[in-house]
Structures are given as C-alpha cells and as structure tokens.
C-alpha cells in the first residue's frame, strides 16, 4: 500500500522534471536566434526525455506500479535548421542564407505553459498530501 510519503515522493519527483523542462524550454526560447555555438552551425533545441521509475524496486507487484518520474537525458533536436535568406548576416552563406535554430517559439510558449501547469499540479498534491498528514496527526490526538 503507497504511503504518504510516496505520494510526496513522487510529486517532488515531478516537480524536479517539470523544472528541468522549464529551463531547457528558457534556454531554447533564449538562442532562438543564435546562429553560431561553440560546437559550429546553429543552436539545436533541446528536450528531455523522461523515464517513469519504480518507487520502491523491491516491493509487491501492486507498488512497483506506482512509479516517479526521473529525467533520464535531455537530447538534441536533429531536425534541420531553417535556411534563411539575410545576405548581411555576418553568418551568411555565398547564397545570402543563413541557417537558424530550429527553435519554435510558439511551441516553446506551450511547452512552457504546460510544463507549468505541471508543476502547479505536484504543488498541489504537495500541499494535499500534507494537509492530510496534518488531518491524520488531529484525529490521533
């Protein structure tokens, strides 16, 4: 039987993927324009990949459905960058295109609003899960 404390648990677990989410999604918004890193070419967007984790690995079968979430890696976009024609970009090709992040504001805007949501959402739990901790310690007294 899942113990409050796993229940807390898990939405910390949330909460610290959720935030790793909204800072990839700032760093992707924050070289939407960048052209040129270190590595050569234009910035690539970056997500990460989440992987559900048992909460207790050696539990019954019942509780080792009960999973947290972990970020297991944040990759690379590898779809192209956009060509884009500014022949006086100092980034410029012979032909006046200069290649852009793949970066979508739009889409980021949503990915950070949903990550938000999220976030908000294991605050909640947060503040339940402890609420009835507090309801519990009452009713033994």
């Known amino acids: 039987m899942p113990t409050l404390s796993d229940v ?59 999973r947290s979430v972990q970020v297991h890696e944040v990759v690379t976009d ?14 410029a090709d012979e032909s006046g295109f200069v290649l852009r992040p793949n970066v979508s504001s739009v889409s980021e805007l949503t990915n950070m609003m949903s990550a938000s949501r999220s976030f908000e959402a294991n605050l909640l739990i947060i503040r339940k899960t402890r609420e ?7 009713i033994g007294r």
């Open 8 to 66: 807390m648990d898990i939405a910390v677990s949330g909460l610290a993927a959720q935030r790793v989410r909204m800072a990839t999604t700032a760093s992707n918004l924050a070289n939407a324009e960048t052209t040129r890193t270190p590595e050569g070419g234009p910035y690539r967007r970056r997500d990460p990949v989440f992987r559900a984790e048992p909460v207790r690995p050696f539990a019954d079968r019942l509780e080792r459905e009960i």
């Open 78 to 91: 590898q779809r192209p960058p956009v060509r884009h024609f500014d022949p006086g970009h100092p980034d």
């Open 132 to 138: 009835m901790g507090d309801a519990a310690m009452q």
